[in-house]
C-alpha cells in the first residue's frame, strides 16, 4: 500500500497536507495523532471512500479491507447471518464457507446464532474485523479498533490483529493511545494538523522525543510525545 | 442487482426480528380496515333530541276560520331525531346539561294561537324554544345545523298546508262548490257559472242594463281567469326556489368508495414513507453506509432496494386491507389488476419520497418523527375539498399537496377501487414524475449527507 504526498481539503480546511505513507506485506503500522490529526481522513482515502483532491494511491493485488471506527454490522442479526450478508455482498464464491472461516477466526463459532446486539463490545469488534478480512484482502485498514474496549478485550483484539499481520496481510490502524501504538505498531506514521511529523519504528519515535522535547525525556511516553507535539507547534 | 436481493432479504429478516413493528404493519391495516368498514356499512345514527310539546290537545292551526287538520308535529319530528319525551322544562334542560341528549325542542304552549294571528290584523311571532349545550365547536355546529334544517322542513309543511287550503278557497271562489260550515254545506255558485248564467240573462233585459250587466260578466270572467293563475303562485310560495343540481366537473366516487381509497392511501403512505426513510436511516445508524457503498452496492442499487422493500411490504398491507373491507362493502374483484397497478405505482412514488427524507437524516428516531410530521398535514390537506377554504388558500393546498405522492396515490386508488371512476392515467403520470423526482432527490441528499 502506497500514498504519495496525500492532501484532502474540506471547504478552506486542509485536512491532509501532502501525507505520505508506505506499508509492505506482514507490517503493522500505527498512525497517532491528537483528535482532528486527520487519521480517519488518511484511512478513509486508503479505503477508497474518500478522494484525495491531490497526490496518490496505489495498493498491490488484492482488496482493501476496511474496519471502520464504530462497529458496522447490523444488530438485530445474529453473528453468521451477518458474515453471510457480507460475504454474499462480496461476491465469495462460496459465501457458507468463507462465514464458517470467519467464525473460527473470530472464535465465535459458538455464539454464531446469538443477535449480534447481546455481544459485548469487544466481541462485536471482532465481528466487525471479520467482515473486513470477508474479501481475503492483502491490506487491512483498522480505525480506532481499540476505542471503548476494556484491557481484556484490547490484549485478545490485538492478539488477533498480530495473527493476521503474522500471516503476511498488511495491517494499518490508527489510534490516538501513544502506548498501543508503541506496543504493537511495528511503525508509526505521526499526523497532527494534517501534517506528517513522523515515519518510523517506536522506538526511533522515542528517540525523536526524547531530541526534540528533552526537558520532557524523564517523565512519561505519553506526557513526553506532548511536550514534542508541542515543540513542533501543534 | 446481486447485492439488492440480499440487502432486501436482510432487511425483511430484520422487520420479522421486529415481533413489535411487524405486528402493527399487519394490525394497523386491520384496525383501519375495520374502523372505517364499521362507518361506512352502518347508517348514522339519529341524534337524540329531547321533546316536550306543550300546547294543549286538540289546538289546530286555523286558516281563514277554518281550522286545519291535525299537524301532527310530533311524529313529523319524531321521524327525523330521536326523541326523548320528556314532562317539563326542567328535566329537558337537565338532560341536555348532562349530554345524555344533544338538545331540547319545546313548542310552547301558544305556539299555535301564535301561528292563527299571522293572518289577523296583529300577527305574532310563532316561536319554538330549542335548549342547546355547546360544549365544544363541532358539537355546537352539529346542532345548529340538525336544528335549523329540522325547523326549515317544519316551515315547509306548515307552508304547504296552508298554501294547499288557499288553494282549495279559491277553487271554490272560480268554479263553486260545497262549503262545510257549522254541520251544513253551503252551496257557492262560483265565477264561472255567475258569468256562465249572466251572460245567459243579458239578452232577455232592456237593452238600457245591457252594457251594465257585460261589465259585470266582463269582470266576472276577468276575476276567475286571475285567480286561475293565483293558485300556482299561492303553491310556490311554499318553496319559492326549487334546486335543480347539475354535475359540471369532478367525477367524484361514491362515499363509501372514497372512504375505502382513503384508508387505503392512508395505510400505504404511512407503512411506505415510514419503513423506506427508516430502513434507510438504519443503514447509517449501524454505521453499515459507508461499509456497502464502498463498492458492495452503489447508492443507486441501496436507494432501490429501499424503496423496492416499501413496495412489497406496502402492496402486501394494502392488498390486506382492500380485501379486509370486502367483509363490508363488497369491491368488484375484476378491477384487482388495476389496484395492482394503482399501488405498485403509488407505493414507488411514496417509497421515493421516504427515501429522499431517509437520505436526509442519520437516526432513526428522528426521520420516522421527520416522516410522520410530513407525511400526516399532507394527506389531510389532500382531504380538503375546493371552496372549504377560500380561493387563495386552495390554490396553495392545490400546489403543496401536488408536490407530494399521496393526492394523486388517492385519486389513482378511488380511479381503481370505482367501477364507474375517472381515468386512471393522470394520476400514474403524475406519479411517475414525483417517482423520478424523488428518486433524483434522494441520491443527492446521499451523497451530500454522506458521512464517513
Known amino acids: 500500500m502506497r500514498a504519495t504526498g496525500v492532501v484532502k481539503r474540506f471547504g478552506e480546511r486542509e485536512a491532509l497536507r501532502g501525507v505520505s505513507l508506505e506499508a509492505g506485506p506482514g507490517e503493522l503500522v500505527a498512525i497517532i495523532g491528537p483528535n482532528g490529526a486527520g487519521k480517519t481522513t488518511l484511512l ?65 463459532g459458538d455464539r454464531r446464532g446469538e443477535i449480534v446486539a447481546r455481544l459485548s463490545g469487544g466481541n462485536q ?110 | 442487482m446481486r447485492g439488492v436481493r440480499w440487502l432486501l432479504l436482510k432487511d425483511l429478516q430484520i422487520l420479522r426480528r421486529s415481533p413489535l413493528q411487524a405486528m402493527l404493519l399487519v394490525a394497523y391495516p386491520i384496525l383501519i380496515a375495520v374502523l372505517v368498514g364499521f362507518a361506512i356499512s352502518r347508517e348514522p345514527g339519529d341524534p337524540r333530541v329531547a321533546f316536550l310539546n306543550e300546547v294543549p290537545p286538540n289546538t289546530r292551526i286555523n286558516v281563514g276560520g277554518e281550522e286545519l287538520p291535525k299537524a301532527n308535529v310530533r311524529e313529523q319530528v319524531c321521524k327525523r331525531v330521536e326523541c326523548v319525551f320528556v314532562e317539563d322544562r326542567e328535566e329537558a334542560r337537565e338532560k341536555v346539561a348532562s349530554g345524555d341528549v344533544l338538545a331540547a325542542l319545546i313548542l310552547p304552549a301558544n305556539l299555535v294561537n301564535k301561528i292563527n294571528s299571522l293572518s289577523t290584523l296583529t300577527p305574532g311571532v310563532p316561536a319554538v324554544e330549542v335548549l342547546v349545550n355547546e360544549e365544544n365547536a363541532v358539537k355546537a355546529e352539529l346542532v345548529d345545523d340538525r ?42 255558485l262560483g265565477l264561472r257559472a255567475s258569468a256562465r248564467i249572466l251572460e245567459q240573462v243579458t239578452p232577455t233585459l232592456p237593452p238600457k242594463l245591457r252594457p251594465a250587466l257585460r261589465e259585470v260578466t266582463q269582470f266576472a270572467t276577468q276575476a276567475r281567469d286571475n285567480l286561475d293563475v293565483a293558485k300556482p303562485l299561492i303553491d310556490r310560495l311554499a318553496q319559492p326556489i326549487a334546486v335543480e343540481k347539475v354535475v359540471v366537473g369532478g367525477d367524484s366516487p361514491p362515499l363509501e368508495i372514497f372512504a375505502i381509497a382513503v384508508a387505503a392511501t392512508l395505510t400505504l403512505a404511512f407503512v411506505v414513507v415510514l419503513l423506506v426513510a427508516g430502513s434507510l436511516a438504519l443503514e447509517r445508524e449501524e454505521n453499515a453506509f459507508s461499509r456497502l457503498t464502498r463498492g458492495l452496492v452503489s447508492s443507486g442499487g441501496l436507494l432501490a432496494e429501499k424503496v423496492l422493500l416499501g413496495v412489497v411490504v406496502g402492496l402486501v398491507v394494502t ?52 416522516a410522520f410530521m410530513v407525511t400526516l398535514p399532507i394527506a389531510l390537506l389532500s382531504l380538503v375539498p375546493s371552496g372549504a377554504v377560500g380561493p387563495g388558500a386552495f390554490d396553495a393546498i392545490r400546489i403543496v399537496t401536488a408536490l407530494f405522492p399521496f393526492k394523486p396515490a388517492l385519486e389513482a386508488i378511488a380511479a381503481a377501487i370505482d367501477e364507474a371512476g375517472s381515468g386512471i392515467g393522470g394520476p400514474l403520470l403524475h406519479l411517475t414524475v414525483l417517482f423520478a423526482a424523488y428518486a433524483a432527490i434522494a441520491r443527492v441528499a446521499l451523497r451530500r449527507f454522506a458521512t464517513i
Open chain 2, 147 to 188: 336544528i335549523t334544517t329540522l325547523l326549515a322542513e317544519a316551515n315547509l309543511r306548515i307552508a304547504r298546508r296552508i298554501g294547499n287550503e288557499g288553494g282549495r278557497y279559491l277553487g271554490l271562489i272560480v268554479n263553486g262548490g260545497g262549503f262545510e260550515i257549522l254541520g251544513e254545506t253551503v252551496p257557492i
Open chain 1, 44 to 108: 478513509s482515502i486508503l479505503a477508497g471512500i474518500a478522494r484525495p483532491d491531490e497526490g496518490e494511491v496505489a495498493s498491490a493485488d488484492g482488496a482493501v479491507g476496511w474496519v471502520p471506527q464504530q462497529a458496522a454490522l447490523y444488530r438485530r442479526l445474529t453473528v453468521e447471518e451477518n458474515l453471510l450478508l457480507f460475504a454474499r455482498l462480496e461476491g465469495r464464491e462460496d459465501p457458507r464457507a468463507s462465514t464458517e472461516e470467519m467464525l473460527e477466526l473470530t472464535g465465535l
Open chain 2, 319 to 370: 392488498l390486506l386491507m382492500l380485501f379486509g373491507m370486502q367483509v363490508f362493502s363488497p369491491l368488484e374483484l375484476g378491477r384487482v389488476p388495476l389496484w395492482l397497478v394503482a399501488i405498485l405505482f403509488s407505493a414507488a412514488a411514496l417509497g421515493a419520497a421516504g427515501a429522499a427524507l431517509g437520505a436526509a437524516a442519520r437516526e432513526v428516531r428522528a426521520v420516522s418523527l421527520l
Open chain 1, 125 to 234: 469488534q471482532r465481528i466487525n474485523i471479520a467482515i473486513g478480512l470477508l474479501s481475503r484482502p492483502a491490506v487491512l485498514l483498522l480505525d480506532e479498533p481499540s476505542v471503548g474496549l476494556d484491557p481484556r478485550q484490547r490484549a485478545r483484539l490485538w492478539d488477533f490483529v498480530s495473527a493476521l499481520a503474522g500471516s503476511g496481510t498488511t495491517v494499518i490502524f490508527s489510534t490516538h493511545d501513544i502506548q498501543e501504538a508503541e506496543r504493537y505498531g511495528g511503525r508509526v506514521l505521526v499526523l497532527a494538523d494534517g501534517e506528517s511529523l513522523f515515519d518510523g519504528s517506536a522506538k526511533g519515535l522515542r528517540e525523536a522525543v526524547r531530541s526534540e522535547a528533552p526537558e520532557a525525556a524523564d517523565r512519561d511516553f505519553e506526557t513526553a510525545f506532548v511536550a514534542y507535539l508541542h515543540h513542533r507547534g501543534h
